[in-house]
């Protein structure tokens, strides 16, 4: 039976044109390939060698059995989520504020927030130093003013990594923040309020839950940074919190123990993985919820 | 049945900058009315609309709805159903979620809430959609949802802020008079925005003509369309050619001839108004009850329904006329370049008065 008109040769088009597709984006393929899943994958390989180079599940098994693997598995929970707790404190109200006013006003507040990032991110850690360290510019002053007579532990410690740290943040929880709050229609709180919503009620059944997406997704990406974080606590940190990103580097540079590091980049990997699955699961039912209207 | 209020507007000011975007509004709207405000673009309909939901705030004047002054209340204790131009429902909730909004804020019992949003839903005729999803909805039901939030409340005044632009015209066409027919079933007083002059005359009781901010004419769509106030109005709803007349003598003259006019002849001065429907294709000068336009056939387009004749007179004055397409009219027709006759109904004679109350600023 003959082939309706023109059948074949369509076909082919398609063939051909879906060959061209794959074709074009072959280098990109081959690129991610080759700087992203071979080097994991090696490093999966490397953890699964103990110390003397034999086959074993050594690495991981040490990492359940060491409380000081567990500690500092807490710790870098803790402080990311510290961090992405302050950052979500500072930028909601924040890019509220800046999601109110004309766009012009806006472009430079947002240019403030934005403005940190052309500054390398080691200056910004070491001025934070300056600032908080035990003779530093706050302490200075506060004693100046007598505000406290003995100069408070700000840097070396918790604090000051939390500080530092929430600073380098604030951008990336400001932006989609912001984005999303732009992206709401004025009308809907008007609507809300000729209803019968009065302001308080208006923010947090019509204009919060708009801007869940928004601060959902700052969260994660904040959260997610946090746990590799590397400069910051370590500067700022004075040696007193450690994070996995610093652990994997002593392993490294003092011990030369590839072994360990790859495992606990390994278990970092996957945990952020799971962070990022269950964001995902959260960002649904958000939706979910949002749809019984509650 | 809801208990409606009038609304009384009074000497409403609203300037933004140099712009006078209300000009001393004063408007009385009656209980239970179908109020239109129609204007152009920038004339300041929504601005009005927005004084009375409470959105925004006029420099000086008064509001009241019933007894109550409402100037300075806020929109959340105004108690009037607005609809939006976009309709504004909430895309995080569902339907029932959405016209279950307001009652959810006044407290009503949950079941109550159910029953009363299945009774709105029914009343717009979205029976069994509650749990849909808004963006699972076509444009013709989210304007009846949005209506259907609006009235769920029962509020004795309801806004619309032209809620059928979005829509295709038929269902706009049939909109319209659903629209009017819930206005009836509920008698809520009601002022609705629109700029189509068509969806005006249609659907009032009373078109209030809004430009640069200033109420031009308010009265039945009748009057509007029949008796204009002013060269704007005559213009701005339906079409009409403006051609200026004379006096001598206590009469009314155009181009030589003594016009017969309806009614009482306007002050200062004056124009007299011409519309395409109005004006017919008389076979001679022998009928007294109508003023006689001679002039020259210069285009005749066929559109459907009906015919426009496009002529011009002697004293140069173009002028178009319509007829509708049927067998006499059409034979009747005069060829291009054909001398005729139009002819315009005394009592269809209308003159406007050439007030300088449209001039801006
Ligand atoms: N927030 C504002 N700031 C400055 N000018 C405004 C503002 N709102 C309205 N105006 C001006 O006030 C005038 C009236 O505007 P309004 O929105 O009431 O017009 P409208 O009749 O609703 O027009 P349309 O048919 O286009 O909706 C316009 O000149 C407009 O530019
Ligand atoms: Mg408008």
Known sequence: ?294 | MIKALPIHIQQVVKTYGRIHALDHVDLEIKSGEFLTLLGPSGSGKTTLLMVLAGFTRPDSGSVRFGDREVIRTPPHKRDVGMVFQNYALFPHMTVAGNIGFPLRLRGVQKDDIHQRVEHALSTVQLDGLGDRRIDQLSGGQKQRVALARAIVFEPRILLMDEPLSALDKKLRDHMQIELRRLHEKLGITTVYVTHDQREALTMSDRVAVINHGRLIQCDSPRTIYDYPASPFVANFIGESTLIPVKRSNGNVVLDGQVLKVSGAVPDGRCSLMLRPERLTILPDRRNPDYNVFPGVVEEVVFQGESFVAYAVLESGTHVSMRGISQRETVASLPSRGKAVLLGLHWEETVLIPEANEDAPG
């Open chain 1, 1 to 294: 039976m003959a082939d309706a008109l023109n059948a074949r040769e369509l076909r082919q088009d398609e063939w051909r044109e879906k060959l061209a597709m794959f074709g074009l984006s072959l280098p990109a393929l081959v690129l991610v390939f080759a700087i992203i899943v071979v080097p994991v994958g090696w490093l999966f390989w490397l953890s699964l060698f103990n110390d003397e180079g034999v086959l074993s599940l050594s690495n991981y098994t040490r990492m359940f059995d060491s409380k000081s693997y567990t500690r500092i598995f807490i710790t870098t929970f803790k402080v990311s989520i510290l961090t992405t707790v302050f950052c979500v404190l500072i930028s909601y109200p924040f890019s509220y504020f800046l999601s109110q006013l004309p766009k012009r006003w806006a472009a430079i507040g947002l240019f403030t927030v934005l403005l940190p990032f052309w500054t390398s991110l080691l200056v910004r850690t070491y001025a934070w130093l300056v600032v908080l360290q035990r003779k530093g510019l706050v302490n200075e002053w506060g004693i100046e003013l007598g505000l406290w007579d003995q100069p408070l532990k700000l840097a070396h410690n918790l604090n000051g990594t939390l500080v530092g740290m929430v600073h380098i943040m604030l951008p990336f929880m400001v932006l989609p923040l912001y984005a999303s709050m732009r992206a709401i229609n004025a009308d809907y709180v008007k609507a809300a309020s000729n209803l019968g919503a009065n302001p308080t009620r208006a923010f947090w059944l019509v204009f919060f839950p708009l801007s869940l997406p928004g601060l959902l997704a700052g969260m994660v990406v904040v959260f997610v940074l946090c746990l590799g974080f590397f400069v910051t606590p370590a500067v700022l940190g004075g040696g007193k919190v450690i994070m996995v990103s610093m652990k994997i580097e002593t392993l490294i540079d003092l011990f030369f123990n590839f072994g360990t590091a790859s495992a606990l980049g390994v278990v970092l990997m996957i945990l952020t993985l799971a962070v990022l699955f269950l964001a995902h699961r959260l960002l649904r039912l958000d939706k979910i919820l949002g749809e019984r209207g509650a």
